[in-house]
């Protein structure tokens, strides 16, 4: 045991990490399905399992608790580059700015999916800080990290797989600060005669850790080098597929039912009833499944 931390601290401490959130859901799924409705023992389960904001009196903040979570992200990116910097042999300096500047370029990835999802809605109300798709990042960061490795002047070829573990680590701060908001919420259901919501932020939070976790083992990082972030997708999209079906997300319509004007259950309709989220996260799993299969066969065709 010893040895396995010693060469994999990193997945030693967000595999406990993630057993902490686990703690986390089951204790907040117990108190919203066995306390009184609105008489918790602890604040955080709010309205059967979405976070009360005026009770915890968030709403007297001078910045939202989701924004502090994105802050905290960044930070904790940075600080994760710098302590994984001499992987890729380079400078402090050029670790935390590859924590800011995956954040800066992520949220433009996020922002740009979403705008594309919301054109209606983005020309009626303009644009803001809020109002992201995270599957924007996911497949606009493959075309940026190369630019951010210019720009850094990084000559690393494993820059990509450096990367990919503190985008990870970005995400599940996110969670936090989508469960903290309450947006991002799961579905309500009433169990007892009391209001029940899946606490789907957490559950992802937990399960983004594990990833984390899984990604960042010596022996992962060997076998897959060069293909990390290939993982990701994959894994990632898998939870986010199954997810989906708890969240209260739009499963009526997705973009390309907005884009063709197709609708389900009719004539000319779309195939099955998906969210955004679902069709982007098996895009997700079939691109990762490609791209190893021929690696696989690569592979196979040149031993050496």
């Known amino acids: 045991m ?32 066995t306390s009184e409705h609105m008489n918790y023992s602890f604040r955080m389960i709010g309205y059967g399992g979405t976070f009360n904001q005026r009770g915890m009196g968030t709403d007297r903040w001078p910045i939202s608790p989701y924004w502090v979570m994105q802050l905290l992200g960044i930070a904790g990116m940075s600080v994760l580059c710098t302590l994984r910097r001499k992987e890729v042999e380079i400078r402090v300096w050029q670790a935390v700015l590859t924590g800011i500047l995956l954040a800066i370029f992520g949220f433009i990835g996020a922002k740009l999916l979403y705008i594309l999802e919301n054109v209606e809605k983005v020309l009626d109300q303009g644009l803001d800080l809020g109002g992201v798709s995270f599957f924007g990042t996911v ?19 494993d820059y990509m797989d450096f990367c990919t573990p503190a985008g990870l680590l970005m995400l599940s701060f996110i969670r936090i600060g989508c469960f903290l908001k309450g947006c991002c919420h799961g579905i309500t259901i009433w169990v007892d005669g009391k209001p029940f919501t899946y606490p789907v932020q957490l559950i992802e939070c937990m399960l983004d850790l594990a990833l984390l976790s899984i990604l960042l083992s010596e022996k992962v990082r060997n076998r897959f080098r060069g293909y990390l972030y290939v993982l990701f997708m994959g894994g990632y999209g898998l939870i986010r597929f199954v997810l989906e079906f708890f969240r209260d997300t739009n499963k009526d319509r997705n973009l390309i039912t907005d884009l063709t004007g197709w609708t389900f259950g009719e004539e000319n309709s779309f195939g099955p009833h ?10 997700c799993i079939l691109i990762a499944v490609l791209i190893l299969l021929l690696r696989g066969r690569r592979k196979k065709d040149n031993p050496d």
């Open 139 to 157: 497949f606009f960061m493959p075309l940026v990290i190369p630019l951010i490795r210019r720009i850094l002047r990084i000559h690393s070829e």
């Open 274 to 283: 998906i969210s955004d989220g679902q069709m982007f996260s098996v895009l």
């Open 2 to 33: 010893r040895r396995f931390i010693r060469k994999n601290p990193y997945t030693f401490v967000f595999g406990l990490l993630s057993l902490f959130m686990f703690g986390v859901t089951i204790l907040f799924i117990t108190q919203a399905l």
